[in-house]
């Protein structure tokens, strides 16, 4: 039967809950538990599909093509089962639910309320997400969003209260995690909000089994001690959480402490010990690098590395597989378009990511233009590689005007569109097209595509990709003869469809230009890192060893 470890936060929201739940996931699953992981997400909004980056950070893709907190992307990094659209739910999808069997009459003409109801079907689908999981779990980490206190975060707390004693209390256990504030004015780390948090969760019938105490230092046994006896919880159960810079480093940080012991012997369990060298390797590479590398990203968000989370996780995993510390330099595609490109001088390779949205696109095409002409390494990334092809277009094979009918919808070359709209402007290939149920919709999750031999993708990929998609718009096949003419390869494109799927330029044209429809940077996880990324760092390696050595002399000529 599956144990299942709840996992609360308070005082502040932004403690890092996500990251601290897949750490312990990390452990259990290096002690031979089986371990899976759900995000638990009190707002209304169904999915987080349409809730802004900058609010929200990055919307995380599942391989079945759930738009899903951010959280599971930090799951799946550190524990090796994958998640499904089952593994996060939000307070909108319970409402949702709720109110549709009351439409068709399920509860019988009672009266529906959050008690029973809503904890009820919270509960239900808690253990939907758990019975998701290929091989049936030992654990199920629960990560209950917001902050205990939030008025709508009391029906998933009571849910998880009666869960536990509907299990049984050696089936459930709960973790609490908190922040411990230094206050510089009199040198003091304070108590007092965690003794708050943790008597909120008493009152409504929790008690945490241990705290995971947030602080930007140590804790001292002093105030472990005071903690303990406030909040009613041992002291070896007073976890100290103090800050990295370097989250893969958190499973240590917490086994050391005896975290993953004390919550098995709640649950009555009794696995082997925790292996975790997989874990002191990947933080030994990252600690030592031999080289470094500096990544432009050109993107909108550049004020919130959240927004593109797993990207930058991704670019991380890399610094681990090329033993290179890489640096992203985060430049703002709209200050291109106002003050030029020297700010992508000094960068070893460019990287344009997904987004939606005309704003800055323009300054994304110029960076695009720049790394392609000066022959900058250059991977692009869904928007990133429909931004590429519009380049090509424009500049290369001479369609003026060429856009995305996301930001042009009059443009004469619609290199890129919805199929929809390629379908009414245009010929027989095309048609094809029409019956496919692509157009004006998300084409969302992992889909397969054989890849061209002989190409820089099928060294990187075999004779097939599998990737994760987010994008509503696609390459306009009709152009695609005149961009192969020009040099611009199709790597892979759909099976059905012919959509490209990957483009990259002749070796002739550039050393190390690719863009890909899809999101690789989902699929990468520390321990395995992730092809495309390694040979892209190794590739702004290459461009900054070629860019140090001294220009060639130029060649004397002897006339005899
Ligand atoms: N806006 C583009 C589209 O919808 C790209 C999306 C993305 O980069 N994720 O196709």
Redesign the pocket.
């Known amino acids: 039967m599956t144990r299942y470890i709840f996992i609360t936060g308070g005082v502040v929201s932004s403690l890092g809950k996500g990251i601290a739940a897949a750490s312990l996931g990390a452990i259990l699953e290096s002690r031979g538990l089986a371990v899976t992981l759900l995000k638990l997400d009190p707002y209304i909004n169904v999915d987080p599909g349409t809730m802004n980056p900058l609010q929200h950070g990055e919307v995380f893709v599942t391989e079945d093509g759930a738009e899903t907190d951010l959280d599971l992307g930090h799951y799946e990094r550190f524990v090796q089962t994958r998640m499904r659209r089952e593994n996060n739910f939000t307070a909108g999808q319970i409402y949702e639910s709720v109110l549709r069997k009351e439409r068709r009459g399920a509860y019988l003409g009672k009266t529906v309320q959050v008690i029973p109801h809503i904890t009820h079907e919270i509960q239900t689908f808690i253990e939907r997400g758990v019975q998701a999981a290929k091989a049936l779990p030992d654990i199920a980490i629960v990560e209950i969003g917001g902050t205990v206190g939030d008025i709508e975060s009391l029906p998933f707390l009571e849910a998880a209260r009666q869960m536990r004693l509907r299990l049984g209390q050696r089936q459930a256990c709960f973790v609490h995690l908190t922040l411990v504030p230094y206050l510089p004015a009199s040198s003091e780390l304070k108590t007092k909000p965690t003794q708050h948090s943790v008597q909120k969760l008493r009152e409504i019938g929790i008690s945490p089994h241990a705290l995971l105490c947030r602080a930007d230092r140590d804790i001292p046994d002093e105030e472990r001690a005071k903690i303990s006896l406030f909040a009613n919880v041992p002291q070896d159960a007073v976890i100290s959480v103090r800050d990295v810079d370097n989250i893969y480093t958190i499973p240590h940080m917490l086994h050391a402490q005896g975290l993953d012991d004390l919550l098995c012997a709640e649950l009555d369990l009794t696995p082997p010990p925790a292996d975790l060298s997989v874990w002191t390797r990947m933080v030994d590479a990252l600690e030592h690098p031999r080289r470094r590398a500096v990544i432009g990203l050109v993107g909108k968000y550049v004020d919130s590395a959240e927004s593109y989370q797993s990207l930058v996780e991704a670019l991380k995993h890399a610094s681990i597989h090329t033993l290179t510390q890489v640096e992203i330099e985060y430049i703002d595609s709209e200050a291109i378009e106002q003050n030029g490109l020297s700010a992508l001088d000094a960068l070893d390779a460019i990287l344009v990511?997904?987004?939606?949205?005309a704003r800055g696109v323009e300054g994304k095409i110029a960076a695009i233009q720049y790394a392609r002409e000066a022959k900058i390494p250059y991977l692009g990334?869904?928007?990133?590689m429909?931004l590429a092809v519009i380049e090509f277009a424009r500049h290369v094979v001479g369609l003026a005007h060429a856009n995305?009918t996301?930001f042009d919808p009059a443009t004469p070359y619609p290199v890129?569109a919805l199929i929809t709209e390629w379908c009414d402007r245009a010929g027989a290939v095309e048609k094809r097209s029409a019956h496919s149920n692509l157009g004006g919709t998300?084409?969302l999750g992992a889909q397969r595509a054989p890849v061209k031999a002989g190409t820089r993708a099928a060294r990187m990929y075999g004779a097939s990709v599998n990737e994760r998609h987010?994008?509503?718009?696609?390459v306009n096949g009709r152009f695609v003869p005149q961009l192969e003419a020009h040099g611009m390869i199709i790597s892979a494109a759909t099976p059905k469809d012919q959509l490209p799927e990957m483009v990259e330029l002749t070796e002739t044209l550039h050393p190390w230009f690719i863009g890909v429809q899809f999101?690789p940077e989902f699929a990468s996880t520390p321990r395995a890192g992730h092809p495309l990324f390694n040979r892209f760092v190794e590739a702004a390696l290459q461009h900054q060893r070629a860019r140090q050595l001294p220009a060639p002399a130029p060649l004397k000529m002897c006339h005899g």
Do not use: A, K, Y
């Open positions: 990511p997904g987004g939606f949205g990334i869904c928007l990133g429909q995305s996301e890129v998300m084409r987010r994008h509503r718009f696609e999101h």
